[in-house]
């Protein structure tokens, strides 16, 4: 554990330096900016809420690439994932009868989405398993893929006249907010926490997840024992592609209540980087989305300072520092 | 001249000293063994020498001078005429033999690469010490005896006249070990100096000039002369060796493995077992002999499920399993402990008590939840049932040492509910004395209880000791069977050796 | 359209649109041989597209665009064996890292160099005939070059040994750690001046160019199995679904925009199932070397 946290500090401390370098190329103060973005985060209630709101879709695309991580396997396509899931649940939220109870609707909206997001996960799972062919340009290739039919979907058949949205779900279907100064956090948040216990049972306490961490760790060994490869990759991939899927509660029946395009455009890719910050453990998943959340508004509130794609160049400097700083660390361990 | 001298040198890996101050001197123009069994740091102390690796204290002198640890590497080694010859070969297997040697000391004609003059040089070279080679012969289409006169032949072709040798013997025939024998004496008879590390304590007898006997890390003998095996191996262990276990006859029933006319595909889609038919009856052992790489490890993972077949049947007690996942087969009666332990029969990253139930989690709570208890129920009886240490369930397989892991995945597969089929590669291979006695006495027990046991080993004493039937296997074909009274023969050894080598009776 | 298809229009088209393609590709085979696996092509053909338009912009030179390109390029492979070679991070997980940071920097810096989101300002650009243009000539001449160096030069043998089985070319005294910083820095280079051809032959800087060229030029390596001439032909493929699902467009065939589109994506999919026939990779493709 003091490890970990190690790797993590060093990695935040090596972002801060390289974000500073920016800042000053925009000639503007690091300290100024570095302490606007914490007061408009966790400094005032809307600038929580906020976070909490960006947090919770993190935890759930973080959650995706830490579960298949687990199992060996790279899931480069939570966007696409996401974004098809999003769009499931909107759909789905939408078509429902008006007086449905909101118990059922949710859960029909939400396990649309978790399809939705699964079935978009299998096909590189299969294609693994059944082909060998490396997932992680297959989800990448998915993610345009995927973005290209739904907005031909959206744009042919479901959105809205002239817009770019879906119709709004009914409402039974929409989660209610948290408040917070009007900010767009919403009770979906809990569902991620519940999602994040969930994961770690799963992985710890069950035993299709010990059968998956043996495929992930040892391959050779899994099949040796008779655990069935090809079947477990694609079920993983699938369970991952629903947890990102999933992520359409937070959006869709929380927030805006339709799918519109561009919805939580990023939040797959920066899901790579809370698994990885969060060691693929679910306790740290939720503190790197936490993380990563402050970042992306606080990202918004420095944009008059300086342009607010600083943020995505501090979240890939942490990636590449926690992948660097791990890697020394281990290879120091074992020596 | 002394050609290699060590002077109280001390290695350690964390908290165990693998070599406690060790001196150690070899005479040039000799053939000087370096003996003891798995774990003593002989190999640990040739690669002190030859610079892979760094002592933390002690001297090295290289053909009289001395070497600083801390600029000494393989690299400086061969500058100054010390080369080395590894266990695990150093061969890229794509490559052809002239681009495996030329490597780092290309020469050029110009820009370009001028692999034409190495090939010539390299064989001169050959030629020089009476074996030929192919420069344009792609390693991996080499046999393994080819494979370590291309090993030898890098470091000669740089000009090397020191040679250390690790186990070089230990995946060849014995008439390769024959042939290779006579290369090392033409390379004497030319003014060189060979150190040779193994555990062969036959073969050590018959070419070595000195002998030093290494155990636990420190020398605790050298000898000279006429050579006495028994000396020798009283030396490396400390007690007599035995090498026998203790069994009844055999009373086979009913069979349980049943083959028929099977053809398997290995690597790159070559054929690696042809037509091969046997069977295997429970209460029986029966053991394939065979240089490493005939096909027997693709026959073990046609059995076992892990390859698929081309061609032919294998059955289980009457069912046809020749295709079936491998967690059917396990349900059919097999088990199967495999002949990489670090890669196939454990997980190194998960517990001991996590290990033991890999693959057989169905069989401690539900499907929603597993039954903890239970699992760790199971490990205090494994450990203490096969004696693996640490005594610590939570420990990772990792941290154990080979004899233990072995233990573990013995432990796991033994004690499968309802055993028919026991399937076991090179069961004892890199473990301890006091581990393999156990193991070996395991194995009977399992065939009295009446499980059928196919044993794949690449040491013939131990298939001496352990089979009722020997099936003798060579590039892919079985070409030769000895039951029980042919095997107590004394020309058993050299009638099995003939077979792995193709010599038809 | 079947005209349309034979005519020179189209196959000055073809080729001008498989460059970059190429390019990338030349340079990922070159990483890959070594043992390390180069998902960060895409980074590098953005950042090589961006210091092209820099350099172009401030010269109006088109041969300053290009050098600037490769600089780029040779900046982001120098970041990439930083974190992969000295560190021994993961290799996807830098190379997806890369990527994302090229996407966010490339955006900043064209905010602050600028003062737009989206676009640079028109630089001067290639002449639209293809063949007129001397950075073609080269692109073509580089196709072989690589290949004589990988298959002929010591370097190339130290290069491939090292990718196969690093231990024993370090036993033959080949320090595996230069000539993997070697082989990506000229990854690097490559996949920069591919980067350049984009944005000097599109007139300018477009944020997020690239694209997705990394990643088909990365299955171009794999489909030329490992072989830099099979992989130019690879990219031609490539080169020609894309100008073919151009010209769709335009003709305005009955299909959606966005599913035409989709083609060369989908034609990635296809091929690394292996439809197109599979093949071993570089035995020590992806494992850090310790």
Partial sequence: MKREAYIVVVALLVAMAAGSVLILAFGQSPAQVYGMLMAHTWGDSYGLGQVLFKATPLVFTGLAVALAFRVGLFNIGVEGQMMVGAFATALVGASLPDGTPWVIAIVLAIGAGAVAGGALGAIPGYLRARFGAHEVINTIMLNFIAGALVLWAGRTWFFVEESTHTQTVIESARIPSLGMSGSAANLSCFLALIAAAGVWYFFE??????????????????????????????????????????????????????????????????????????????????????????????????????????????????????????????RLATR | ?????????????????????????????????????????????????????????????????????????????????????????????????????????????????????????????????????????????????????????????????????????????????????????????????????????????????RVTVMRRGEVVAELTGTLDVGAIATAMIGRPVLMQVDKRPASPGAAVLSLQRLRVRGRRGAAAVRDVSFEIRAGEVVAIAGVVGNGQSELVEAITGVRPIVGGTVALRGVDVSRAPVDRRHRGGLSHIPEDRQARGLVLEFSVAENLILGRAREHGTPFGLDLASVGANAETAIREFDIRPADADAPARALSGGNQQKVVVARELTRPGMTLLVCGQPTRGVDIGAIEMIHERLIAARDAGAAVLLVSAELSEIRALADRVLVMYRGKIVDQLDASQLALDSALERMGRGMLGVTA | MIE???????????????????????????????????????????VGAFCAALGAYYTDSVFVGAVAGVGGGLAVGALYALVVVRFRADQIVAGVAINLLALGLTRFLLKLAFDSTANSPPIESLASNVAAAPLFWVACVLAPAVHAVLMYSPFGLRLRAVGEHPEAAATAGVSVVRVRWAAVLIAGALAGLGGAWLALGSGGFVAEMSGGRGYVALTAVIMGKWRPLAATLASLSFGFAEAFQLNLQTAGVGVPSELVQMLPYVLTMVALTGFIGRSRPPGALGKPYQ
């Fill in chain 1, 205 to 330: 306490r069950t035993r299709r997840g010990h059968e998956w961490r043996a495929v992930g760790e040892s391959p050779l060994a899994a099949e040796t024992a008779g655990i069935r490869i090809g079947r477990s990759i694609t079920w993983a991939m699938a369970a991952s592609g629903a947890l990102a899927g999933a992520v359409g509660a937070n959006f869709v029946l929380g927030y805006k209540h339709y799918f519109e395009e561009g919805i939580g455009r990023g939040m797959g890719f920066m899901g790579i980087a809370v698994a990885l910050v969060g060691r693929n453990h679910p306790v740290g998943i939720v503190g790197a989305a936490l993380l990563f959340g402050t970042l992306s508004q606080g990202g918004f509130a420095v944009n008059e300072l300086v342009p607010k794609e600083l943020v995505d160049v501090l979240q890939a400097v942490i990636i590449l520092a926690v992948a660097a700083t791990s890697a020394e660390v281990r």
């Fill in chain 2, 1 to 209: 001249m002394k050609a290699l001298e060590l002077r109280n040198v001390t290695k350690r890996f964390g908290a165990v000293e693998a070599n406690k101050h060790v001196s150690l001197t070899v005479e040039a123009g000799t053939v000087h063994a370096v003996v003891g069994e798995n774990g003593a740091g002989k190999s640990t102390l040739m690669h002190v020498a030859y610079g892979h690796a760094r002592c933390d204290e002690g001297r090295i002198f290289l053909k009289g001078e001395e070497v600083s640890p801390a600029r000494h590497s393989p690299a400086e080694s061969i500058r100054r005429g010390v080369g080395m010859v590894h266990q695990h070969f150093m061969l890229i297997g794509p490559m052809t033999v002239a681009e495996n040697v030329a490597l780092g000391r290309e020469p050029r004609r110009g820009l370009r690469l001028d692999l034409e003059t190495a090939a010539d040089e390299l064989r001169q070279l050959a030629a020089k010490f009476g074996f030929d080679v192919d420069p344009d012969a792609r390693i991996e289409d080499l046999s393994v005896g080819e494979q370590q006169r291309v090993e030898i032949l890098k470091v000669l072709w740089r000009g090397v006249d020191v040679l250390i040798l690790d186990e070089p013997t230990a995946v060849l025939t014995p008439a390769e070990v024959r042939d290779l024998f006579g290369v090392l004496r033409k390379l004497v008879a030319d003014g060189m100096t060979v150190v040779l590390i193994t555990h062969k304590l036959d073969e050590v007898v018959e070419i070595a000039d």
């Fill in chain 3, 4 to 46: 349309t298809l034979f005519s020179a229009a189209f196959f000055g088209q073809m080729l001008r649109i498989t460059v970059p393609y190429m390019l990338a590709a030349l340079g990922g085979t070159i990483s890959e041989r070594s043992g390390v696996i180069n998902i960060a092509l895409e980074g590098k053909l953005l």
